[in-house]
């Protein structure tokens, strides 16, 4: 059985102190195989920032995949968010936007759904490309079959009608049409600070809270404990209650052929 510990949006510079123990203390406790951070791991992407974001990383159990967020990418400063976007990140964090990472039961695969461009003027907005999601699919259909095949995103590939104003990632729906045929079983993603899980096209889509910053959007700060294999997974969010980081809510997901279903028992 896989453990994996999601974390999101970290947000170094909106960081809340306390928090931070309280976080490395509840994913030390989950012995996880793999620590996932999906995107915004700073506030602003100063140097500053960085350098306290990557003591945090030096602290996670090994290994980790993390991949950027929107916040990653310089705002205000144009000469470096258009001529050098990821100089900060590459130096401070890792030269690898696509980071794989394969243990004994999984694959997982990162992408950079970050832009310095955005649609519609909006600058948080993501996409995910066609040949981003051929590179996870390469990744994705390597992996044996008794594999769990996970790709991790920052923007979401579902939202609840309350976060719609967030927007879905653009080019969802080619993403999910081609990495329905390589069996993908999950996709991890943040960015709107809630966590949720939900099932697209019999994908599990599960999105992580905000960690340890004081950007609520009407939950506490969260991370997700998801355990299981190709045929059972759970998904178990911990939210902060000022001491500790204590169960809120789980949900089951069982397989049925070659999609995922949400267990009703």
Do not use: C
């Not at 510990?5 to 012995?31: K, M, Q």
């Not at 950027?68 to 705002?75: A, E, Q, T």
Request: glycine share 8%.
């Amino acid at each position: 059985m896989t453990t994996i510990a999601h974390i999101s949006d970290l947000h170094f510079g909106r960081e809340i102190p306390r928090v931070i123990d309280g976080l490395l203390a509840g994913i030390t406790e989950a012995d996880p195989d793999l620590v996932v951070v999906s995107g915004d791991l700073t506030q602003r992407a100063r140097a500053r920032q960085f350098a306290n974001a990557r003591q945090f990383l030096k602290r996670l159990p090994d290994p980790y995949l993390i991949v950027p967020g929107n916040h990653d990418l310089p705002l205000y400063n144009l000469f470096k968010r258009f001529g050098r976007p990821w100089g900060n990140w590459m130096h401070f964090v890792s030269p690898d936007l696509a980071p794989v990472v394969h243990g004994n039961d999984f694959t997982v695969t990162g992408v950079n759904t970050a832009r310095r461009w955005a649609t519609l003027f909006d600058q948080t907005r993501g996409r995910i490309s066609a040949s981003q999601t051929g590179s996870a699919i390469t990744h994705l259909k390597a992996a044996p079959p008794s594999h769990l095949r996970i790709l991790v995103a920052h923007h979401p590939f579902w939202l609840p009608s309350e976060h719609a104003r967030r927007h879905l990632i653009s080019g969802r729906d080619n993403a999910l049409a081609a990495l329905g045929q390589a069996k993908i079983d999950m996709i991890l993603s943040g960015h709107a600070h809630v966590a949720f899980s939900q099932l697209v096209k019999g994908v599990i889509v599960v999105h992580a809270g905000t960690g340890i910053s004081n950007r609520y959007h009407g939950q506490a700060n969260s991370f997700n404990i998801i355990r299981g294999d190709r045929q059972r997974i759970t998904i178990d969010v911990r939210t902060w209650n000022q001491r500790v980081f204590e169960p809120f809510e789980s949900r089951i997901f069982v397989r049925n052929g070659d999609r995922w279903e949400i267990d009703r028992q």
